[in-house]
């Protein structure tokens, strides 16, 4: 059964920072790996997709990587801002068409101005 | 990119009663739909896969008697939650995964999301 795991829960910088956000799952056999935010008693955003077969994802601030191999995924954020202030969720597809994403428990992220 | 519309967004209601819940794609065709639920801190569990025209499939653990997923078309699914109690309250969140989308693009290996429904039971 596959599980994805994120650390830390959660997390406190000044604005300014650079960050890491770190995600692990138990079974490699994934399809893709998902990174997105979430505002509180809000919906998801998709913020990077990584497929199976790709290393790293790049999205302005944001750098995703993806080592299949060992099940791990890190999401960097560069020069954090106030506004990233957010859960950060990671997920993981499965190799089998048409399944859903399976989601760790997302990283609360807080960046003070 | 494509658009999935939840709807309504938050709701209030009595115990016992029924709470219907709708998920439409916009701008494809959904031929996969999921629904999943998250209560405070915690993750998004999948609670159902629906595809269009067939039942859907429960996960382990969700009663489908009491969650009821409708996917009649490939562009609206429908989660009801029938004779609602406080510990149904939750936010529940839709995805659709669908066919090549009228722009182009392929939407056959993203899943995108409803802007999610707040639910709480009184």
């Known amino acids: 059964k596959q599980e994805v795991t994120q650390i830390p829960a959660a997390l406190s910088v000044p604005e300014g920072e650079n960050l890491v956000l770190n995600c692990s799952f138990t079974d490699s056999a994934i399809y893709n790996l998902q990174w997105f935010r979430q505002d509180p008693g809000k919906g998801l955003t998709s913020l990077l997709l990584i497929q199976s077969s790709q290393r790293e994802q790049t999205s302005g601030r944001l750098n995703a990587s993806l080592d299949k191999s060992s099940g791990r995924s890190t999401l960097y954020i560069a020069a954090s801002q106030p506004g990233d202030s957010a859960t950060y969720l990671c997920a993981v597809r499965r190799v089998q068409a048409g399944t859903a994403l399976i989601f760790g428990k997302g990283t609360t992220l807080s960046v003070s101005s | 990119g494509a658009v999935v519309s939840q709807h309504p967004s938050w709701v209030i209601c009595k115990s016992g009663t029924s709470v219907k819940i709708e998920c439409r794609s916009l701008d494809f065709q959904a031929t996969t739909m999921f629904w999943y639920r998250q209560f405070p801190k915690q993750s998004l569990m999948l609670m159902a896969t629906?595809?269009?025209?067939?039942?859907?499939?429960?996960e382990q653990g969700v009663e489908k008697d009491k969650f009821l997923i409708n996917h009649a078309s490939l562009t609206l699914s429908t989660l009801t939650v029938t004779s609602a109690h406080p510990e149904d309250s939750s936010f529940y969140i839709c995805?659709?995964?669908?066919?090549?989308?009228?722009?182009?693009?392929?939407?056959?290996?993203?899943?995108?999301f409803g802007q999610g429904t707040r639910l709480t039971v009184v």
């Open positions: 995805s659709a995964r669908g066919r090549q989308g009228v722009a182009g693009w392929a939407v056959n290996t993203e899943a995108f």
């Open positions: 629906s595809n269009e025209g067939s039942k859907a499939t429960y």
